[in-house]
């Protein structure tokens, strides 16, 4: 399928306070999903990722959740810093063909 | 953690002249690389898989003539801009699978950020 490039909707929480972003996948087969974070100017970096026989993965003050059956990604940040204003992207994988969604900005304010 | 080089990091050109923009595996080999442009508060778009040793495969409305894909080792990839023009202003990011396969992340370069005057 064809990735469309489309505005990025925007999400701004208190320093402190946790953070909630969505995803809304389109594949019922993706079988990996990786979460990526992308600072001004920068590169995606990888963030946390959890595969299709999982629906919870937790890392450093990030949790991902998985539910298959409405095909919804969520990554969760506690405490969210200034320095977790970024773009973060979900992504879905099958047979090895990644696909992006549309991103979400996430500001943190002081 | 695996590393991926772009170069580089940003370019200026004029109109009609082209421009090469590597990527490389650093501690790692890539039999595919990607390829994605993003424009301003906008996603990643793919706009081709770059395979080790074959032609690259390019998304429907990408012009295979102006964006020109060369895989050539295990650790490098080279996108060229043939006769760029303005609206080819954009950022170029290019990222990377580690050969060994499996469900692993892709590896992401930090991005060229190309303006044509």
């Known amino acids: 399928g064809e990735n469309v490039g489309l505005h990025l909707p925007t999400l701004s929480v208190q320093e402190g306070d946790n953070s909630i972003i969505n995803c809304a996948y389109s594949n019922s087969a993706s079988d990996y999903f990786i979460w990526y974070k992308q600072e001004s100017g920068k590169g995606p970096q990888f963030i946390i990722d959890?595969?299709?026989?999982?629906d919870k993965r937790q890392g450093q003050r990030v949790t991902v959740l998985l539910n298959k059956t409405v095909k919804h990604l969520s990554l969760q940040i506690a405490a969210t810093q200034p320095g977790d204003s970024a773009v973060y992207f979900c992504a879905e994988t099958v047979w090895s063909d990644m696909r992006f969604g549309a991103g979400t900005r996430l500001t943190v304010k002081p | 953690g695996a590393v991926v080089s772009q170069h580089p990091s940003w370019v200026i050109c004029k109109s009609g002249t082209s421009v090469k923009i590597e990527c490389r595996s650093l501690d790692f080999q890539a039999t595919t690389m990607f390829w994605y442009r993003q424009f301003p508060k906008q996603s990643l778009m793919l706009m081709a898989t770059?395979?080790?040793?074959?032609?690259?495969?390019?998304e429907q409305g990408v012009e295979k003539d102006k964006f020109l894909i060369n895989h050539a080792s295990l650790t490098l990839s080279t996108l060229t801009v043939t006769s760029a023009h303005p609206e080819d202003s954009s950022f170029y990011i290019c990222s990377a699978r580690d050969r060994r396969g499996g469900l692993t992340p892709l590896h992401f370069g930090n991005g060229t950020r190309l303006t044509v005057t």
């Open positions: 770059s395979n080790e040793g074959s032609k690259a495969t390019y």
């Open positions: 959890i595969r299709s026989n999982m």
